[in-house]
């Protein structure tokens, strides 16, 4: 069995706990979650902590989009149940952040999923990258 025991790694600084609830219509026909809905979950876990920026995180001419997903399965999640997804800040560029992710049961026992994403904040008039706003860069710096 995969565990959580492994706490997050201390150099890189917390973004966001979230918990999330599994749904019924998460499920496939084998009775667990659907390995799409992972991403689901992650993109849940990445508004929350979005929203709790202090400052403005998107404009006009920056926005974030998610250029690169990791995720390793480790176990099946089923219903009903209780998740907590962790975020943290694995590495910060000039235009882009990757963010690693846990996936675990509510108690912090069972390891679900991990991996990380790479978000590149981007102008969508011309689609090229742009900085990194300020506030997104200090939120992200611990």
């Not at 979650?33 to 979005?50: C, G, I, K, M, P």
């Not at 990791?70 to 219903?79: A, D, F, G, K």
């Not at 679900?112 to 981007?122: I, R």
Request: charged fraction near 20%; include cysteine; glycine fraction near 4%.
């Amino acid at each position: 069995m995969n565990t959580a025991s492994d706490s997050l790694p201390a150099n890189m600084p917390l973004l966001c706990i979230a918990d999330i609830s599994v749904r019924w219509r998460d499920l496939d026909a084998f009775n667990h979650v659907n390995n799409s809905t992972y991403l689901t979950y992650l993109e849940e876990a990445r508004v929350q902590w979005l929203q709790r920026i202090p400052g403005r995180w998107a404009s006009e001419h920056a926005v974030p989009v998610m250029v690169a997903s990791e995720l390793n399965y480790r176990l099946p999640i089923e219903w009903p149940g209780q998740l907590r997804v962790e975020l943290t800040c694995a590495r910060q560029g000039n235009s882009s952040m990757t963010i690693a992710h846990r996936i675990v049961d509510a108690s912090g026992d069972k390891l679900y999923c991990d991996g990380h994403v790479v978000m590149v904040w981007m102008d969508p008039t011309t689609g090229k990258s742009v900085p990194l706003p300020q506030a997104v860069r200090d939120a992200a710096s611990g």
